[in-house]
């Protein structure tokens, strides 16, 4: 099977999932950021710890690689942040609202793609430090 169809069959169980469970929805997203509603975080946080057990349960198994944090990481992180609290959509969730009908989501699309090319523009101009796997 073409490895593109294996992760489009995953990604489409994924935003089944993450639209069931009302995850997809701006309003939620929104109640998240605003501290209305701590129903996101405990999923975010019973992710994170599930994680971490399962990570504590392979470190042996998988040798540990040497990372270095880039000038660029806080910034980034940032910027990531900031449009996914604006937006109410990361790149994954985005899609679960252009499947469900929101014209939004094509505003949040072309976000993305114009933040990529601006990482891409500046970085080549301005820093050139390691991207590590970003490809540039």
Request: charged share 10%.
């Amino acid at each position: 099977m073409n490895e593109h169809i294996k992760y489009s069959i995953v990604g489409l169980l994924f935003g089944a999932v993450i639209t069931s469970i009302g995850f997809g929805d701006y309003n939620e997203l929104h109640n998240m950021f605003t501290l209305v509603d701590e129903r996101m975080w405990l999923s975010f946080a019973g992710g994170v710890l599930l994680t971490m057990i399962v990570l504590l349960l392979l470190r042996k198994r998988i040798p540990k690689q040497d990372k270095i944090i880039q000038p660029g990481t806080l910034p980034g992180s940032m910027m990531f942040g900031f449009g996914w609290a604006i937006s109410g959509a990361c790149p994954a969730i985005v899609f679960v609202h252009l499947g469900g009908g929101s014209v939004a989501a094509i505003a949040t699309i072309v976000g993305i793609i114009f933040g990529v090319w601006l990482y891409r523009y500046v970085h080549a101009k301005l820093f050139r430090w390691d991207t590590g796997s970003c490809g540039v």
